[in-house]
């Protein structure tokens, strides 16, 4: 029973991501591309994105270092 409901469920939010979608593209990103300020977007993700991934490997290492001690 709960198979079908989640089936549903999410048959539903792909029906509704897809109404949502605007075919004449995103105005914002228009906008940000033409000025420039799109690079500026990506580098401030890129930065927030390796940030994240050096944080997480970090935890990694400390959680090996710990598991060969015990």
């Not at 709960?2 to 906008?31: P, Y």
Request: proline residues 0%.
């Amino acid at each position: 029973m709960k198979t079908v409901i989640l089936t549903i469920c999410f048959l539903l939010s792909l029906s509704m991501i897809s109404i949502a979608q605007n075919l004449n593209g995103v105005d914002m990103a228009t906008e940000l591309r033409e000025s420039g300020k799109i690079y500026v977007v990506v580098m401030v993700l890129a930065v927030i994105f390796i940030g994240i991934a050096i944080y997480l490997f970090s935890i990694d290492n400390r959680l090996k270092k710990i598991e060969k001690q015990k």
